[in-house]
Protein backbone atom coordinates (compact mmCIF):
# COMPACT_ATOMS: atom_id res chain seq x y z
CA UNK A 1 0.00 0.00 0.00
CA UNK A 2 1.51 3.19 -0.74
CA UNK A 3 1.30 5.87 1.73
CA UNK A 4 2.61 8.56 -0.21
CA UNK A 5 4.92 9.99 2.48
CA UNK A 6 7.92 10.08 0.16
CA UNK A 7 9.49 13.20 0.14
CA UNK A 8 7.05 14.21 3.29
CA UNK A 9 8.95 15.75 6.70
CA UNK A 10 8.32 14.03 9.94
CA UNK A 11 9.04 14.90 13.74
CA UNK A 12 9.26 12.20 16.71
CA UNK A 13 9.90 13.53 19.39
CA UNK A 14 11.20 11.24 22.36
CA UNK A 15 12.51 9.36 19.03
CA UNK A 16 15.92 8.34 20.62
CA UNK A 17 14.79 5.45 22.14
CA UNK A 18 12.09 2.43 22.97
CA UNK A 19 9.10 3.16 21.17
CA UNK A 20 9.90 6.33 19.49
CA UNK A 21 13.04 4.68 17.87
CA UNK A 22 10.76 1.91 16.10
CA UNK A 23 8.63 5.03 14.68
CA UNK A 24 11.67 7.13 13.51
CA UNK A 25 12.69 3.79 11.75
CA UNK A 26 9.18 2.73 10.61
CA UNK A 27 9.04 6.49 8.64
CA UNK A 28 12.29 6.73 7.03
CA UNK A 29 11.08 3.31 5.50
CA UNK A 30 8.15 5.01 4.03
CA UNK A 31 10.51 8.19 2.45
CA UNK A 32 10.39 11.08 4.64
CA UNK A 33 12.88 13.50 6.12
CA UNK A 34 12.41 12.37 10.13
CA UNK A 35 14.20 15.07 12.03
CA UNK A 36 15.02 12.38 16.06
CA UNK A 37 13.75 14.84 18.95
CA UNK A 38 16.06 13.57 22.14
CA UNK A 39 16.09 14.92 25.64
CA UNK A 40 18.78 13.69 27.14
CA UNK A 41 20.13 10.58 24.37
CA UNK A 42 21.79 12.63 22.40
CA UNK A 43 24.68 10.49 21.37
CA UNK A 44 21.40 7.65 20.30
CA UNK A 45 19.70 10.29 18.50
CA UNK A 46 23.18 11.21 16.42
CA UNK A 47 23.04 7.59 15.32
CA UNK A 48 19.79 6.98 14.77
CA UNK A 49 19.61 10.13 12.23
CA UNK A 50 22.30 9.24 10.62
CA UNK A 51 21.04 5.90 9.98
CA UNK A 52 18.21 7.21 8.45
CA UNK A 53 19.54 10.14 6.58
CA UNK A 54 17.87 12.46 9.06
CA UNK A 55 18.96 15.31 11.50
CA UNK A 56 18.92 15.61 15.61
CA UNK A 57 17.32 18.01 17.48
CA UNK A 58 17.50 18.58 21.18
CA UNK A 59 15.27 20.36 23.86
CA UNK A 60 13.56 19.72 26.69
CA UNK A 61 10.04 19.54 26.23
CA UNK A 62 9.05 20.10 29.80
CA UNK A 63 10.81 23.97 29.09
CA UNK A 64 8.67 26.29 27.07
CA UNK A 65 11.34 28.32 25.39
CA UNK A 66 12.79 25.50 24.47
CA UNK A 67 9.79 23.23 23.52
CA UNK A 68 8.72 26.53 21.84
CA UNK A 69 11.64 26.65 19.62
CA UNK A 70 11.65 22.68 18.68
CA UNK A 71 9.42 23.07 15.98
CA UNK A 72 10.70 26.55 14.01
CA UNK A 73 14.15 25.08 14.41
CA UNK A 74 13.31 21.54 12.75
CA UNK A 75 11.12 23.91 9.82
CA UNK A 76 14.11 25.78 9.49
CA UNK A 77 16.28 22.50 9.03
CA UNK A 78 13.93 20.37 7.24
CA UNK A 79 12.07 23.16 4.56
CA UNK A 80 8.69 22.37 6.19
CA UNK A 81 6.97 20.04 8.46
CA UNK A 82 4.06 18.00 7.38
CA UNK A 83 3.95 15.13 10.21
CA UNK A 84 4.52 15.65 13.86
CA UNK A 85 4.31 12.47 16.55
CA UNK A 86 4.61 14.00 19.85
CA UNK A 87 6.27 10.17 21.60
CA UNK A 88 7.78 11.58 24.41
CA UNK A 89 7.12 10.84 27.62
CA UNK A 90 8.56 8.90 30.88
CA UNK A 91 7.29 6.03 33.17
CA UNK A 92 8.34 5.90 36.78
CA UNK A 93 9.47 2.51 37.38
CA UNK A 94 8.78 2.67 41.35
CA UNK A 95 4.80 1.56 42.29
CA UNK A 96 3.16 4.24 44.86
CA UNK A 97 -0.25 4.22 45.11
CA UNK A 98 -2.23 7.79 45.86
CA UNK A 99 -2.00 7.59 49.58
CA UNK A 100 2.03 7.12 48.86
CA UNK A 101 2.54 9.42 45.62
CA UNK A 102 4.72 12.60 46.43
CA UNK A 103 3.49 15.92 44.90
CA UNK A 104 7.13 16.50 43.34
CA UNK A 105 6.70 13.35 41.52
CA UNK A 106 3.01 13.92 40.41
CA UNK A 107 4.59 16.93 38.61
CA UNK A 108 7.06 15.76 37.15
CA UNK A 109 5.31 12.74 35.73
CA UNK A 110 2.06 15.72 34.44
CA UNK A 111 5.21 17.93 33.10
CA UNK A 112 6.86 14.98 31.35
CA UNK A 113 3.79 13.70 29.79
CA UNK A 114 0.51 16.18 29.29
CA UNK A 115 2.80 19.45 29.50
CA UNK A 116 5.31 17.95 26.86
CA UNK A 117 2.42 16.76 24.74
CA UNK A 118 0.82 19.78 25.06
CA UNK A 119 3.66 22.06 24.16
CA UNK A 120 4.44 19.82 21.11
CA UNK A 121 0.85 20.27 20.04
CA UNK A 122 0.32 23.96 20.26
CA UNK A 123 3.72 24.22 18.43
CA UNK A 124 2.73 21.96 15.71
CA UNK A 125 -0.63 23.32 15.03
CA UNK A 126 1.12 27.06 15.17
CA UNK A 127 2.74 25.67 12.36
CA UNK A 128 0.21 24.28 10.62
CA UNK A 129 -2.12 27.23 10.90
CA UNK A 130 0.44 28.76 8.92
CA UNK A 131 0.41 26.35 5.95
CA UNK A 132 -3.15 24.52 6.31
CA UNK A 133 -2.10 20.83 6.24
CA UNK A 134 -0.31 18.76 8.67
CA UNK A 135 -1.12 15.71 10.97
CA UNK A 136 -0.74 15.41 14.21
CA UNK A 137 -0.42 12.51 16.02
CA UNK A 138 -0.52 11.95 20.21
CA UNK A 139 1.28 8.90 22.02
CA UNK A 140 -1.14 7.93 25.05
CA UNK A 141 -1.15 4.55 26.93
CA UNK A 142 -3.41 2.12 28.13
CA UNK A 143 -2.66 3.10 31.08
CA UNK A 144 -4.96 6.77 30.31
CA UNK A 145 -7.85 3.85 29.22
CA UNK A 146 -7.96 1.46 32.14
CA UNK A 147 -5.76 3.39 34.93
CA UNK A 148 -2.44 1.88 36.02
CA UNK A 149 -2.40 1.09 39.96
CA UNK A 150 0.67 2.37 41.47
CA UNK A 151 0.91 4.79 38.76
CA UNK A 152 -2.04 7.30 38.59
CA UNK A 153 0.17 9.89 38.16
CA UNK A 154 1.05 8.32 34.60
CA UNK A 155 -2.04 6.74 34.15
CA UNK A 156 -4.04 10.55 34.72
CA UNK A 157 -1.40 12.23 32.29
CA UNK A 158 -2.22 10.01 29.18
CA UNK A 159 -6.03 9.67 29.87
CA UNK A 160 -6.01 13.44 29.86
CA UNK A 161 -3.85 13.21 26.21
CA UNK A 162 -6.12 11.22 24.86
CA UNK A 163 -9.80 13.11 25.55
CA UNK A 164 -9.13 16.40 26.83
CA UNK A 165 -6.60 17.23 24.46
CA UNK A 166 -7.03 14.97 21.24
CA UNK A 167 -10.73 16.16 21.32
CA UNK A 168 -10.29 19.32 21.95
CA UNK A 169 -7.33 20.13 19.17
CA UNK A 170 -8.60 17.83 16.46
CA UNK A 171 -12.12 20.52 16.59
CA UNK A 172 -9.09 23.53 17.38
CA UNK A 173 -7.60 21.88 14.06
CA UNK A 174 -11.28 22.12 11.91
CA UNK A 175 -10.86 26.12 12.37
CA UNK A 176 -7.69 25.73 10.38
CA UNK A 177 -9.34 23.46 7.47
CA UNK A 178 -9.72 19.96 6.93
CA UNK A 179 -6.10 19.23 5.66
CA UNK A 180 -5.14 19.20 9.30
CA UNK A 181 -5.47 16.26 11.53
CA UNK A 182 -5.19 14.90 15.19
CA UNK A 183 -4.95 11.57 16.09
CA UNK A 184 -3.72 9.26 19.11
CA UNK A 185 -2.24 5.83 19.60
CA UNK A 186 -2.70 3.92 22.44
CA UNK A 187 0.08 1.31 23.21
CA UNK A 188 -0.64 -1.58 25.65
CA UNK A 189 1.83 -3.43 27.27
CA UNK A 190 5.00 -3.53 25.02
CA UNK A 191 8.45 -5.15 24.59
CA UNK A 192 10.73 -2.46 24.19
CA UNK A 193 14.50 -3.26 23.80
CA UNK A 194 15.21 -2.28 27.17
CA UNK A 195 12.65 -4.27 28.89
CA UNK A 196 13.45 -7.16 26.89
CA UNK A 197 17.14 -6.71 28.17
CA UNK A 198 16.00 -6.28 31.81
CA UNK A 199 14.03 -9.07 31.39
CA UNK A 200 10.52 -10.18 31.77
CA UNK A 201 9.20 -12.76 34.23
CA UNK A 202 7.01 -14.91 32.46
CA UNK A 203 3.92 -14.60 35.28
CA UNK A 204 4.03 -10.90 34.09
CA UNK A 205 3.25 -11.57 30.72
CA UNK A 206 0.58 -14.04 31.77
CA UNK A 207 -1.11 -11.22 33.96
CA UNK A 208 -0.67 -8.48 31.57
CA UNK A 209 -2.11 -10.72 28.31
CA UNK A 210 -4.96 -12.44 30.66
CA UNK A 211 -7.32 -9.58 28.87
CA UNK A 212 -6.34 -9.49 25.89
CA UNK A 213 -7.78 -11.73 22.82
CA UNK A 214 -4.24 -12.06 21.42
CA UNK A 215 -1.87 -13.94 24.42
CA UNK A 216 1.55 -11.95 23.22
CA UNK A 217 2.91 -8.55 24.13
CA UNK A 218 2.90 -5.65 21.47
CA UNK A 219 6.02 -4.88 20.01
CA UNK A 220 7.43 -1.34 19.40
CA UNK A 221 7.08 -1.78 15.66
CA UNK A 222 3.43 -2.82 16.12
CA UNK A 223 2.86 0.70 17.34
CA UNK A 224 5.10 2.42 15.09
CA UNK A 225 2.89 0.95 12.26
CA UNK A 226 -0.10 2.79 13.23
CA UNK A 227 1.54 5.46 13.99
CA UNK A 228 2.47 5.99 10.30
CA UNK A 229 -0.51 4.82 8.87
CA UNK A 230 -2.69 7.47 11.24
CA UNK A 231 0.13 10.28 9.56
CA UNK A 232 -1.02 9.35 5.93
CA UNK A 233 -3.64 11.34 4.13
CA UNK A 234 -3.21 8.84 1.41
CA UNK A 235 -4.85 6.39 3.40
CA UNK A 236 -6.27 8.02 6.50
CA UNK A 237 -7.82 11.49 5.41
CA UNK A 238 -11.08 11.11 6.95
CA UNK A 239 -9.40 10.20 10.41
CA UNK A 240 -9.18 12.71 13.32
CA UNK A 241 -10.18 12.39 16.98
CA UNK A 242 -9.45 8.99 17.07
CA UNK A 243 -7.02 6.77 19.64
CA UNK A 244 -5.84 3.70 17.54
CA UNK A 245 -5.36 1.07 20.88
CA UNK A 246 -2.53 -1.50 20.32
CA UNK A 247 -2.84 -3.63 22.70
CA UNK A 248 -3.75 -6.84 21.25
CA UNK A 249 -7.52 -6.27 21.95
CA UNK A 250 -7.27 -5.94 25.80
CA UNK A 251 -10.18 -5.47 27.99
CA UNK A 252 -8.89 -4.26 31.24
CA UNK A 253 -6.66 -5.22 33.79
CA UNK A 254 -6.40 -7.94 36.62
CA UNK A 255 -7.17 -6.34 39.88
CA UNK A 256 -5.08 -7.92 42.63
Not at 173 to 190: F, Q, S, Y
Not at 201 to 216: E, F, G, I, L, N
Amino acid sequence: MDLSLTGARVLVTGGAGGIGTAIVRAFAAEGPAVAVHYHSSGEAAEALAAEVGGIAVGADLTNEGEADGLIPRVVNRLGGLDVCVANAGWYPAEDRPVWELALDRWREVVDRNLTAAFLTARGFLTHAATTGKGSLVLVGSTAGEFGEAGHADYAAAKGAIMTGLLLSAKNEAARIGDGVRVNAVAPGWTVTPKRAAAGIDPSHVDRATSTMARKQLATPEDVAAQVVFLSSDAVSAHLTGQVVTVAGGMEGRLIP
